[in-house]
């Protein structure tokens, strides 16, 4: 499905939404609106159609000032981008390694387990399948993951659309909301030591089950009583061959058998 009419209260969303994230500290920077199936940021020229940051020089422009935050939401419904390096960075992975991930943290990181804080953080999941963990920025991905094409850290220099951003192929949302951990950030190492181990195990191959091989009866096998094995009687056939019977008896055969 294809999301291309936006009502009126969808900038308004989009407005709170980024205002929520400024007061917060988040860094943030518009990004184009969607606009009949592609996104149009009024930049001369521009040939991006996906989503993409509105200003050219949003690097130097995001900001968590609620007033110039406001004025950008004024008359578009622009996507809200969160500006990465800052106030967080974020580990990107596919739907896989995402639930996995998740759920390993919930059961890490209970009410009673040791180092909660070090796993809980929010968690975003776009429409096109990747989940994007929020996490303590400046830490570089661990070497297990550094060279994986599936696992990306966005730093410096990085964006990522943030709920509730309407993207063409759906909304974006929130799988663990800030609110839902106070706004609090993990330990990036501790997260992505559970992406690696949930990685690890959506790679490894899974045992194939063995199948009960089928017994065979040796050539000389007898019954069970000890007595040999009885021959199984033949009938002759009018060509001189024979073929086995149940009963001894002679099988009819065809006419045209019997002519020949």
Do not use: K
């Amino acid at each position: 499905m294809r999301w291309t009419v936006q009502p009126p209260f969808v900038r308004l969303r989009l407005r709170r939404g980024a205002l929520r994230y400024a007061t917060h500290g988040w860094p943030v920077t518009p990004g184009a609106y969607l606009h009949q199936g592609r996104f149009r940021c009024d930049r001369p020229g521009c040939p991006t159609t996906g989503c993409h940051p509105a200003l050219a020089d949003w690097q130097r422009s995001a900001t968590d000032c609620r007033v110039q935050v406001g004025t950008w939401w004024r008359e578009h419904p622009h996507a809200v981008l969160l500006a990465t390096g800052h106030a967080f960075d974020v580990l990107d992975v596919p739907a896989r390694l995402g639930l996995r991930t998740l759920c390993t943290l919930r059961l890490r990181g209970g009410a009673a387990a040791p180092g909660r804080g070090r796993l809980h953080g929010p968690v975003a999941v776009t429409p096109t399948g990747r989940w994007m963990f929020l996490v303590r920025p400046s830490d570089a991905l661990r070497p297990e993951l550094a060279d994986s094409l599936d696992v990306v850290r966005h730093g410096i220099g990085s964006w990522i659309p943030a709920p509730p951003t309407l993207l063409a192929e759906g909304p974006v949302r929130w799988a663990v909301s800030p609110a839902q951990v106070q706004w609090q950030l993990p330990d990036s190492y501790a997260v992505q030591q559970v992406v690696n181990e949930a990685r690890e195990a959506t790679t490894s191959p899974r045992p194939r089950p063995r199948l009960p091989q089928p017994r065979t009866a040796p050539a000389d096998a007898t019954p069970a009583d000890g007595a040999p094995a009885e021959p199984v009687p033949v009938a002759p056939l009018a060509g001189g061959g024979a073929f086995p019977t149940a009963t001894g008896v002679p099988r009819q055969t065809s006419t045209l058998r019997r002519a020949l």
